[in-house]
């Protein structure tokens, strides 16, 4: 019987020698990574041959090497077709024990069958761990239509996968086929396994629109209440920014010169006037959850100081919680900049003032306040140029972003930096899902300066992985653009696509209802658009006053 070959059919290149046959391949980002990494192998003759069929063998081996510190969970069997001198044989006999692999019927491996997709996505369920949603088992067929395709053993494994978004298609395939069946390339396999070991706050390794996205959870987020908008009322005559109340019972303007309005939403009437005096300047505010308080910087022209006050409704001065004494040269401008907000329970107050130039200061400090006591009870320190503080729903987190694509998520509690991610375009905005579970990033793409993309990534609270990625059809002409407070729905406008919603579940459009005797232009250049902290009302800061949507919800 003539012996097997005893030597691996691919060898380790070095960075330095980058395979020469995946440029422009679908994948050569991700197969670069993994080339210079070393967890993936290419041929001796400098070509990685992404688009040739994996055996078994050849998947056993890339599985040891991707995941090296795998615990054994069974013994070791013997196969009839694999003999000790055969190249993969610690490899198989490796993948076995972790229960990535097992054999067939007869006590055989079968090394050099090449490996179907199902079965590669199922190896790395079972050897990774992965747990199936029930929602995707049975969701499996609405999202693919050769669904009938999957063997009955696999339905659990390929939901586990679909919601750890290692199910990559071809470029070439159909968006609703799974084709489960066909024999994975190495291309194929290199992705499902680049997948596999994103770490917390890491973004996929390949081109998100080729990953198949799992059916969102019915609690997130719910049906879109946007489709049936309807405008509201306007308020005042002119407004610079707009701030809610957590309970979407009242809505602050703020006019320089004139300076804070509270407003009944339901009535439209006024409730109170914070004046802003001579030598004073409003630089921003935010309402406690009630609006009983009121929040907000105040610049003093004539003696450089800054302040925090804090009010109740009939303009008393609660507290003083800080006081900023500027050197004489200091001059007051558009790259200075102040941030405000409660937590929704109103018990935290979370404030930024500083410089977002990073030529004059290389970090900034977040404070977040304990309102009862009237002190810090956290200092969270940032890069500059800081762009947004939130708080999760249920309070205990706190996130923010800056302009350079960084986002920070904090535990209130205890100040604890929870996850870090760094986007490889800019961010546009953030906010947490109503049940606090997830916080979701708008981020832009860009060619040559222009917007061409809008994504909104969902990250999951208790792990920091991505879990969803929506790509909307945002137009790139758009300016205006803000996520709703619940996370269900992104508002874009702009001259050329008009004023629109778009659903965050399933990109369903709809446009705003424009308020009578209300020039377009008005809306398109709108100072500041702000959804209610819950989803439900929609307000724009503009220079013929504050205007006012609600959902019909």
Not at 387 to 406: C, I, M, P, R, W
Not at 487 to 516: I, K, Q
Request: proline share 6%; with cysteine; hydrophobic share 40%.
């Amino acid at each position: 019987m003539k012996p097997e070959k005893t030597e691996q059919p691919f060898n380790l290149l070095t960075p330095d020698e980058i395979w020469l046959d995946i440029e422009n391949h679908w994948a050569e980002n991700c197969l670069k990574e993994l080339g210079y990494s070393g967890l993936f192998n290419g041929y001796p003759d400098g070509q990685f041959k992404p688009d040739n069929l994996m055996t078994r063998a050849e998947f056993a081996a890339a599985l040891k090497k991707a995941f090296p510190n795998t615990p054994a969970k069974r013994k070791a069997i013997k196969f009839a077709d694999v003999s000790s001198s055969f190249w993969a044989f610690e490899a198989i006999r490796w993948a076995y024990e972790r229960q990535f692999l097992s054999g067939y019927p007869g006590g055989v491996f079968k090394p050099q069958q090449n490996i179907p997709r199902v079965q590669a996505l199922v190896a790395l369920a079972s050897g990774l761990n992965l747990e199936a949603n029930p929602q995707l088992i049975n969701s499996l067929n609405q999202l693919f239509e050769d669904s009938a395709e999957i063997p009955s053993y696999a339905n659990s494994g390929v939901a586990a996968t679909l919601e750890k978004r290692i199910v990559v298609r071809h470029p070439n395939s159909s968006l609703k086929k799974l084709t489960p069946n066909k024999p994975a390339t190495r291309a194929e396999i290199a992705v499902f396994i680049a997948q596999s070991i994103l770490q917390p706050g890491q973004i996929d390794r390949v081109d998100s629109q080729l990953i198949t996205e799992p059916l969102i959870s019915p609690d997130f987020p719910p049906a879109n209440p946007w489709k049936n908008n309807q405008f509201e009322r306007k308020l005042s005559e002119s407004a610079k920014a707009i701030a809610w109340s957590y309970n979407e019972q009242v809505i602050g303007t703020y006019q320089p010169q004139t300076g804070i309005t509270l407003w009944d939403v339901k009535t439209g009437n006024s409730i109170e006037i914070i004046a802003e005096e001579n030598n004073q300047i409003y630089l921003s505010f935010a309402l406690n959850q009630t609006a009983e308080v009121i929040a907000f910087y105040v610049y003093y022209t004539e003696t450089k100081e800054l302040s925090i006050k804090l009010l109740n409704r009939t303009s008393q001065v609660i507290q003083t919680l800080e006081k900023i004494q500027f050197l004489d040269y200091f001059i007051l401008d558009e790259k200075f900049l102040t941030l405000l907000e409660f937590s929704p329970n109103g018990e935290i107050l979370a404030t930024f003032a500083g410089s977002i130039d990073p030529q004059r200061s290389d970090y900034g400090e977040i404070q977040l306040w304990n309102i009862q006591q009237g002190k810090t009870v956290q200092t969270l320190i940032i890069p500059p140029r800081l762009s947004q503080l939130v708080f999760s729903h249920d309070s205990q987190k706190f996130a923010t972003y800056n302009t350079q694509g960084e986002v920070k998520v904090w535990n209130v509690s205890t100040g604890e930096l929870l996850y870090t991610w760094k986007e490889e375009t800019s961010i546009d905005d953030i906010t947490f899902s109503i049940d606090s579970q997830f916080l979701l990033s708008a981020v832009l793409g860009f060619v040559g300066g222009f917007p061409i993309s809008t994504n909104v990534r969902v990250w999951d609270m208790s792990t920091g992985m991505l879990r969803f990625n929506v790509d909307l059809p945002v137009d790139r002409t758009s300016e205006n653009r803000t996520l709703s407070g619940d996370g269900r729905t992104y508002y874009a406008s702009g001259t050329v696509a008009g004023a629109n919603f778009f659903y965050v579940g399933n990109n369903d459009t709809f446009e705003l209802v424009f308020p009578p005797n209300v020039s377009p232009m008005t809306i398109y250049s709108a100072k500041q658009n702000l959804f209610s902290p819950q989803g439900n009302l929609f307000a724009m800061a503009t220079s013929e006053g504050a205007l006012i949507w609600n959902s019909s919800y």
